[in-house]
Nanobody, 119 residues
Framework: QVQLVESGGGLVQAGGSLRLSCVASGRIFIDNAVSWHRQAPGKQRELVALITSRGSTNYADFVKGRFTISRDNVENTVYLQMNSLKAEDTAVYYC?????????????WGQGTQVTVSS
């Protein structure tokens, strides 16, 4: 089992910045990929950014150039630095931890952290 604790959400004005954190604990496999997703009211959950255990990253087009995903493998923490925030970035942000070892594949979700951007 892996437990995820997210933090860093809050209320910010448009143009401002926030940094989200996702701390993992428990039985963590070396081979993993961590992603941030978001879900706005009335909308489906969507992928925001992903980072692999080797540091490869991928971003949704709507955050490219504004958001940066990074990780600290020693602390088992993944960050999402969000700059130039827009009102449409308002959503609950969720951390997803997917890991594999041999034939075992596991995925875990955090509880979510609210990000509200006022215009």
């Amino acid at each position: 089992q892996v437990q995820l604790v997210e933090s860093g959400g809050g209320l910010v004005q448009a143009g401002g910045s926030l940094r989200l954190s996702c701390v993992a604990s428990g039985r963590i496999f070396i081979d993993n990929a961590v992603s941030w997703h978001r879900q706005a009211p009335g909308k489906q959950r969507e992928l925001v950014a992903l980072i692999t255990s080797r540091g490869s990253t991928n971003y949704a087009d709507f955050v490219k150039g504004r958001f940066t995903i990074s990780r600290d493998n020693v602390e088992n923490t993944v960050y999402l630095q969000m700059n130039s925030l827009k009102a449409e970035d308002t959503a609950v942000y969720y951390c997803n931890w997917a890991q594999s070892m041999d034939m075992i594949h596991q995925t875990y979700w955090g509880q979510g952290t609210q990000v509200t951007v006022s215009s």
